[in-house]
């Protein structure tokens, strides 16, 4: 037992150093959100493992071998609601970790190659879900891939190409099933697992959780790993494990009728996380919804590390109160006016039809000259006027961009009915 119990040990300590600062203990420094993005990666990988035991990757029996797993197997249902509540629970769990890595400072100098993989796992994450979406093979599925895959061809140059590519074809059907399938449980969970590893070795290497800057001469106290650190990862891992668990059994997984290509569901939408895109072709020209304003938006982020003093003072959320206050302030406004354009382009496009709104000059190359003279304004704004530092106004950026991306997919989800028309939800069924 005491050999067993060493092993044990000694792999907790291939990932966590022998001591860790007391400091970075507290929950509220870090809320677990990476750990509990790890917790849930393993609960989809067990439980995907489950459903591969019934699961048929073919168009004609995919849709009923998921039929035969909810009224057939024991636990059937039970297994495919914890797998798709943590792959959904899993994109919102990443992005808030994103955005308590920008609110704490964790991505400058020693955990910059940290931010990019942070952002590839992203990506993974997004492409995870977005495959294992369409495996079911009934309506929901089927033309939300539809919808997304046909995002692809506004791509300049190889948009069609890739098209193909995805789709396995011009159209949706077997092929497509197959890439997705061999996608979503092979490359994926292979490339995700080596990702994973590496990122949490980096942040075992840069010393941990990020804390409070101090002199040379003054070091916090360190205390021992296990149990310290130990104990308080598993609490939060179990507490999270056994929300998913609770919410299995309450809330069932959605599932349609079987895939039908000449049925097409009014409205036919994307996957929620993909939602804040399909909401933007309504506003911009698709070559700029799907491709431009995406790309602007990698780049950026996946540069912001290696820019200047863009990165807040270490393990003060926000970095002062000051800066509490502006990102405040920074994502009421960037709701409200997220909203006001959101709702005076809907008045615009219902009010005006004779116009010739939709052209890439328009609704495309205009928008985007406007968006980057918003974002040198309120740069200059801050850093030369207000005099807040550059890493705040670089968190003031990001929050901006991320409170627009969530009211468009809260407005896409649920305000969104028949031919995209703008509804109550209540009140026509808009989700």
Not at 250 to 264: D, F, I, K, R
Not at 337 to 350: P, R
């Amino acid at each position: 037992m005491l050999k067993s119990r060493r092993s044990i040990t000694d792999l907790i300590l291939h990932l966590h150093p022998l001591t860790v600062p007391r400091e970075t203990l507290r929950l509220t420094l870090s809320w677990g959100l990476g750990g509990m993005a790890a917790v849930l990666v393993g609960l989809l990988f067990l439980t995907g493992i489950l459903l591969l035991l019934t699961y048929q990757p073919s168009t004609d029996h995919a849709y009923s071998s998921i039929l035969i797993l909810t009224r057939e197997v024991p636990f059937g249902p039970w297994v495919r609601n914890i797998h798709h509540w943590s792959a959904n629970l899993l994109v919102v769990i990443a992005v808030l970790h994103l955005l308590r890595v920008v609110l704490t400072g964790a991505f400058g100098p020693g955990r910059r190659l940290n931010w990019v993989i942070g952002l590839f796992l992203l990506f993974l994450l997004l492409s995870s879900n977005f495959t294992g979406y369409l495996l079911p093979w009934d309506q929901l599925a089927y033309w939300a891939v539809t919808i997304c895959t046909s995002m692809l061809g506004y791509i300049p140059v190889c948009g069609l190409w890739l098209q193909e590519l995805f789709r396995g074809g011009a159209e949706i059907g077997p092929a497509t099933l197959a890439n997705f399938f061999v996608l979503h449980v092979a490359f994926i969970p292979g490339t995700l697992f080596i990702l994973l590893l590496w990122h949490f070795w980096l942040v075992r290497r840069a010393g941990g959780l990020v804390q409070v800057e101090r002199d040379e001469q003054k070091t916090g106290e360190r205390v021992p790993t296990v149990p310290n650190l130990i104990v308080r990862e598993a609490a939060v891992g179990l507490a999270l494990i056994a929300f998913v668990v609770v919410l299995a059994i309450v809330w069932n997984a959605p599932l349609l009728e079987q895939a039908n290509p000449g049925m097409s569901p009014n409205p036919a939408k994307a996957p929620w996380y993909f939602m804040g895109f399909q909401e933007l072709l309504l506003h911009l020209h698709p070559v700029f919804a799907v491709f431009i304003w995406p790309l602007l938006g990698a780049a950026a982020l996946l540069s912001v590390p290696f820019w200047s003093e863009t990165a807040l003072p270490t393990g003060v959320w926000f970095g002062s109160e000051r800066g509490r206050k502006l990102a405040i302030w920074t994502a009421s406004a960037g709701a409200l006016a997220t909203l006001a354009l959101i709702l005076g382009d809907n008045l615009l496009l219902s009010t005006a039809e004779a116009v010739a709104v939709d052209t890439l000059i328009t609704r495309g190359l205009l928008p985007t000259v406007l968006l980057i003279a918003l974002f040198v304004a309120l740069s200059f704004l801050l850093v030369k006027k207000l005099k807040y530092t550059r890493a705040e106004a670089v968190m003031a950026g990001i929050i901006l961009v991320l409170v627009a991306l969530a009211v468009c997919t809260v407005i896409g989800v649920w305000f969104r009915g028949a031919e995209m028309h703008l509804v109550w939800p209540w009140g026509q069924g808009g989700g």
